[in-house]
């Protein structure tokens, strides 16, 4: 295995990372602030009719689907992640949500393809209106982000697909906090549900 960046004698200080904390912050606000409005409150109403929700994504927005799963399931909702041994087949009068930045993540867009034969709806979160993802979406909520390959962008100075994957974390707690504050479930209610078997 060859050098990497870290083999270099650099001295990494506490101003440093504090100068990146801010660049993160910054980036997270000014992103999430972007996002139409509308497109979220279609979203979180998908959510909320659905009989059963099924989350489906790759690499690290898949992880932040599988953390939105857990908060809706601690709701009380339906909530299953796709892939898991024990998640049944999706149905008419489901819901499957979907995350790709790109919006041409191949298991991710097969997800949506097979969702939509089966009656079900789609939700997408994606950076990219004009993808696959985005044509199968019955919703569509656009992260004004950059994509993974698109190195050279002067939408933000963090790697890769960072600053899509860090929205969309903060916009699924969003719409978890907001579903949560209409009813009328104390903290400790949800806290019965967390798992157990840890």
């Known amino acids: 295995m060859g050098p ?8 990494i200080n506490a101003r440093a990372i504090l100068t990146n904390l801010s660049l993160v912050a910054e980036e997270v606000t000014s992103t999430a602030g972007q996002v139409d409005g509308d497109q979220l409150e279609a979203l979180a109403a998908s959510i909320r009719s659905a009989e059963r929700i099924f989350v489906s994504g790759a690499g690290r927005s898949g992880l932040v689907l599988r953390m939105a799963a857990m908060r809706l ?29 790109s ?20 939700a997408a979160v994606t950076t990219n209106p004009g993808s696959r993802l985005a044509e199968l979406a ?21 790697y890769s697909g960072s600053l899509f994957e860090q ?29 157990n078997l840890e």
């Open 4 to 11: 990497t960046a870290l083999d270099s004698p650099i001295r």
């Open 73 to 101: 399931m601690h709701l009380g909702l339906n909530v299953h992640v796709a892939g898991d041994t024990t998640t049944p087949a999706i149905r008419a009068g489901d819901l499957l949500l979907v995350a790709s930045g």
């Open 138 to 158: 019955d919703t569509v909520v656009i992260v004004p982000a950059a994509q993974k390959t698109d190195h050279g962008s002067g939408v933000t100075r963090q």
């Open 167 to 195: 929205v969309l974390f903060v916009l699924t707690e969003s719409i978890f906090q907001t579903l949560w504050i209409h009813t009328d479930a104390p903290a400790e209610e949800l806290w019965l549900r967390h798992a």
């Open 103 to 122: 919006g041409t993540t191949a298991g991710v867009v097969k997800a949506a393809e097979t969702a939509a034969a089966s009656g079900a709806r789609v």
